[in-house]
């Protein structure tokens, strides 16, 4: 190969890397991406949301680093001892050391609550106001979330700078970018009465189709093992067919699909309104989530906002 093919070959790869690694997200992108998902993390866990999206604009670049594109690692938690799940090898203290690899950013979030929450030498953290991010930041850097010696004054900065506190109290949820909403198995209002009954025999429920997908309305009580045996299918095709995992509830009047979804939807676009997620709409018009995601360019654990128009074809 000659010099200058050499060159341009090495060019095109460079960018073709860098493009797959860089979303180019600044902070104000990163605190109006997430900020619902750090007060729902704050909600359960009582971390303050102010210190969870500091945290993640540091830790992650803002969403652009190889380990939060490649990893959906916003935290950089590293392997330690117990972790079973996914890594990931990356450069920080030491060469190709390991991290956590999760499938969803939202499951970055929920792992960092719990890897604060779950430490005995995160412990003293609890005892301070939720509104005391100082207290927090100081609190990190003294039990060792990170080594750099400036970690809690670059927290503070990033607070302060952004102002993050105001995301720190839980009733400001309704007034604070309410325009966006946690991802949660939450399903669009819809009713047995909306829908028809299929005349097949041999089942003790009603069935019923959506999208050309037969499916049932979730009755108190029921499990998945239960459900799947009733319905005369596995188990793994309740969790497949709906999206969930073994350890997802249900409730009541859930609609639960017993066939693979669709790749789109009899209609074009879909308006959201409040409280809808990603999810919900995937269930109301049994479209495959990951389909509907792919067609309007979100990922895993984004918010929607109600007015915004989402394509289901």
């Known amino acids: ?37 750090a007060i729902k993390e704050m909600e359960k866990f009582k971390i303050p949301a102010s210190i969870i999206l500091a945290q993640g604009i540091l830790e992650s670049g803002n969403g652009n680093s190889r380990l939060a594109i ?15 799940g996914k890594t990931i090898k990356w450069d920080d203290d030491s060469r190709r050391e390991c991290f956590r690899k999760y499938n969803s950013v939202a499951d970055s979030y929920r792992d960092h609550s719990e890897f604060l929450a779950y430490r005995k030498h995160y412990a003293p953290l609890f005892q301070l106001s939720m509104t005391d991010y100082k207290g927090w930041a100081v609190g990190l850097q003294k039990a060792g979330y990170a080594t750099n010696n400036k ?116 209609q074009d676009y879909h308006t959201v309104k409040p409280k809808e997620s990603p999810y919900s709409i995937s269930q109301l018009y049994g479209i495959q989530l990951k389909v509907l995601l792919r067609k309007n360019k979100l990922a895993n654990g984004d918010y929607i906002y109600p007015g915004q128009q989402l394509k289901l074809r």
């Open 151 to 266: 970690y809690s004054t670059l927290l503070i900065r990033i607070i302060e700078d952004n102002n993050l506190q105001k995301f720190d109290n839980p009733a400001l949820l309704a007034n604070i970018d309410q325009d966006y909403v946690s991802v949660d198995n939450q399903n669009s209002s819809k009713s047995d009465n909306d829908f028809e009954p299929v005349n097949l025999t041999g089942y003790d429920r009603p069935l019923y189709t959506n999208n050309g997908v037969k499916f049932i309305f979730a009755r108190s009580g029921d499990n998945f093992a239960g459900l799947a045996k009733e319905l005369n299918i596995y188990t793994w095709q309740v969790y497949k067919y709906n999206e969930l995992n073994k350890h997802d509830t249900l409730r009541e009047g859930q609609m639960l699909y017993i066939e693979k979804k669709k790749r789109k939807a009899s």
């Open 70 to 84: 490649k990893g959906k690692n916003h935290f950089g938690i590293k392997c330690h001892e117990g972790w079973d």
């Open 1 to 37: 190969m000659s010099t200058l093919k050499y060159i341009l070959t090495l060019v095109i790869l460079i960018f073709i890397y860098g493009a797959s690694y860089s979303q180019n997200l600044n902070t104000s992108d990163y605190i109006k991406k997430y900020n619902a998902l």
